[in-house]
């Protein structure tokens, strides 16, 4: 198993990055991305935390540790700038907190982070049309999400996704234990969002091509 979006208490996260770690683990999980919250009060803290503790983790732990961000409520005028701020910082793969339907995100999020070539578009929303077509042609994956209120327009932007070629992974948002995905589960989300029997393993699939490209 792959989780490329999970937070710990360096946001709004309950366990501390190997706690995270170690129970996924357990899980028996390949690689996770540690992408915590980050906008200008936080993002100069953060990031270099995340390097130094997935450096750490990757010497011992199996599964392998991926420090990241998920740029947060960030205005779509800034989001240029904030990306290439994050990865100078280390970030290795950056995530913005798309258009949700259950968060007041600011409108052109979604296009910003689109157009500032992210790797993945977090839950995002009711997406139109020609933000899924910019999507496809510039590789940023979208994301189906198990983390509730978030995963309510999954099947929104599973078919839209399907429809004009943009690529999908499934990530958890996991901000506390119970939020982990076993594989059971996993599949569950993903046939849920109407994509069928092997929707797992294609996410799964373009979630390890995404790992590659960024490594």
């Known amino acids: ?29 390949s690689c996770v991305a540690i992408t915590d919250h980050v906008d200008s009060s936080n993002l100069d803290f953060v990031i270099p935390r995340l390097v130094k503790v ?23 005028e800034f989001m240029e700038s904030f990306v290439g701020q994050s990865r100078e ?19 052109g999020t979604n296009k910003a982070a689109i157009l500032s070539d992210v790797d993945i578009l977090a839950h995002p929303g009711l997406i139109t049309v020609e933000d899924i077509k910019m999507a496809a042609e510039r590789g940023v994956y979208l994301e189906i999400s198990a983390r509730h209120g978030h995963c309510l327009t999954n ?12 690529k999908l992974v499934l990530n958890s948002d996991a901000h506390s234990p119970q939020d982990l995905m076993t ?3 996993a599949q569950m989300v993903a046939q849920g969002s109407g994509l069928g029997k092997n929707a ?16």
């Open 155 to 166: 099947g929104y932007v599973a078919r839209l996704a399907k429809e004009f070629g943009a």
């Open 1 to 29: 198993m792959i989780d490329l979006h999970t937070h710990s208490l360096f946001s709004d996260g309950e366990l501390l990055p190997s706690e995270l770690v170690r129970r996924l683990e357990d899980m028996e999980y």
């Open 183 to 185: 594989r059971q589960f």
């Open 54 to 76: 997935a450096r750490d983790l990757n010497q011992r732990q199996s599964v392998k540790v991926i420090p990241g961000v998920e740029i947060t409520h960030v205005h779509p």
């Open 89 to 107: 910082l280390g970030a290795e793969i950056v995530i913005v907190h798309g258009e949700t339907i259950v968060e007041p995100v600011a409108k």
């Open 200 to 215: 797992l393993e294609e996410m799964l699939g373009n979630s390890r091509d995404l790992i590659n490209k960024i490594l």
